[in-house]
């Protein structure tokens, strides 16, 4: 990685001068240690202590501070002359820096198909670096397009007609079972 990329910035937990010892304690996914559910191996929700909360595998209350689509076509500049055209760098370093400045997921995947149109993003290689760094994600599942993503002439579809229900549960199952081992 070349020198001119942007520092390590102060995650908002540093900034306010509290000691270590005052701030919270997180699981490796970003959950709260002293907020304790039960331990499934996937994220689930569950009712602790009167409140709903999304729970980690290891079993504590999560509250997501995340970015969406933070992978788009609009990267490749970044990626060419900051990181030498190395993706896996550009995308490692890219989750470092989320943790840094406090983010703990991702809401919306590490890339949406429709924001790489030009298909210079390895789609595998961001899937198992986000795996790998065991930061949580949503899976994307575009269901409706962005009204600057319309064709001219073209509408969004009947939410309530039987063939887009259809059409939700197979783009749902086809989406999300190459992912349901991953918690």
């Not at 500049?77 to 190395?86: H, K, L, M, R, V």
């Not at 949406?112 to 795996?131: F, K, V």
Request: net charge neutral; proline share 8%; charged share 30%.
């Amino acid at each position: 990685m070349r020198e001119n990329t942007l520092r390590r910035p102060k995650a908002p937990l540093e900034l306010d001068g509290n000691p270590a010892s005052n701030r919270p304690q997180f699981d490796r996914y970003g959950g709260f240690v002293d907020i304790q559910g039960q331990r499934t191996g996937f994220f689930h929700t569950e009712r602790i202590r009167d409140r709903w909360w999304l729970v980690t595998p290891d079993g504590h209350g999560f509250f997501g501070m995340g970015l969406s689509h933070p992978i788009t076509s609009m990267s490749e500049g970044a990626i060419t002359f900051a990181y030498d055209g190395n993706q896996e760098e550009w995308m490692r370093d890219g989750i470092r820096k989320m943790r840094a400045m406090g983010f703990n997921c991702v809401w919306s995947g590490p890339y949406s198909l429709e924001r790489i149109p030009s298909g210079n993003i390895d789609t595998d290689l961001a899937d198992r670096i986000y795996r790998e760094a065991e930061i949580p994600y949503a899976i994307h599942v575009p269901l409706i397009k962005h009204q600057v993503e319309l064709r001219p002439g073209e509408k969004r579809p009947d939410v309530f007609d039987a063939t887009y229900r259809r059409f939700v549960s197979e783009e749902v199952a086809q989406r999300v079972a190459p992912h349901r081992d991953n918690p």
